[in-house]
């Protein structure tokens, strides 16, 4: 299994939501992503967990708040967003934290009315 | 700082053309690694190829091949004979190295038509 999956494909949020997004990977990778790509701009890394632990937090705003329960798992929980943060959620994981072979997922595309 | 330059926004080919898609990068370290990534309609980005900076061996798979020139600071990627399958949106991009942040240059989207 090569795959990395996100859940949902789409979402619609309010304002005032509070929403989660889900990544999963069973290739045994120990580093974990996320990245925001907005319409025909190029992903930028907004998270990095290496071995489970948070390693890169790119100064992303708290109402993005990522979590690794485990090492198969991401989540990117989601509060209080707004419009401008309506983009491309990519998650992506490799071997190692040093490994810069990604895999990406194909992403939760997020609207936020 | 690290930087990445992919000029051609779009290029429009008719199949079985070749295409060369550039890639220009500044940074100040010695040790790199430099990438293409393919990202099809579908979304999620395709790993193609990594190219640490200490080597400048030119590289084919099939009908891609990559051109890496340190005079120049170029990662040029060419398609031989493109297909209908090709279009998609091709990243280049940079880390260095232990960096796990990649940096990725503006994308060039390629369409091929039939």
């Known amino acids: 299994d090569t795959e990395v999956t996100q859940t949902p494909k789409h979402l619609v949020m309010g304002m005032t939501n509070k929403k989660s997004l889900k990544c999963e990977q069973h290739m045994g990778h120990r580093a974990m992503y996320w990245y925001k790509q907005k319409a025909k701009k190029p992903p930028e890394l907004m998270f990095v967990?290496?071995?489970?632990?948070?390693?890169i937090n790119e100064s992303v705003p708290s109402r993005f708040s990522p979590e690794c329960p485990n090492s198969s798992l991401l989540n990117l929980h989601l509060h209080a967003l707004q419009p401008e943060d309506s983009a491309l959620y990519l998650c992506?994981?490799?071997?190692?934290?040093?490994?810069?072979?990604?895999?990406f997922g194909s992403g939760t595309q997020l609207s936020v009315l | 700082a690290q930087k990445v330059t992919q000029a051609q926004t779009e290029i429009s080919v008719v199949e079985k053309e070749d295409v060369t898609l550039d890639c220009v990068y500044e940074?100040?370290?010695?040790?790199?690694?430099l990438f293409w990534y393919k990202q099809p309609p579908s979304g999620e980005l395709v790993f193609l190829i990594r190219r640490n900076s200490f080597d400048e061996q030119n590289e084919i798979s099939g009908r891609y091949s990559w051109n890496f020139q340190k005079s120049t600071s170029s990662f040029n990627f060419t398609i031989t004979a493109s297909q209908v399958v090709d279009s998609a949106v091709y990243f280049c991009a940079l880390d260095m190295e232990y960096g796990n942040k990649l940096v990725f240059g503006a994308g060039t989207i390629l369409r091929v038509k039939s």
């Open positions: 992506a994981s490799s071997q190692a934290p040093q490994e810069e072979k990604l895999f």
């Open positions: 940074t100040r370290d010695t040790t790199y690694y």
């Open positions: 967990y290496s071995y489970e632990k948070l390693s």
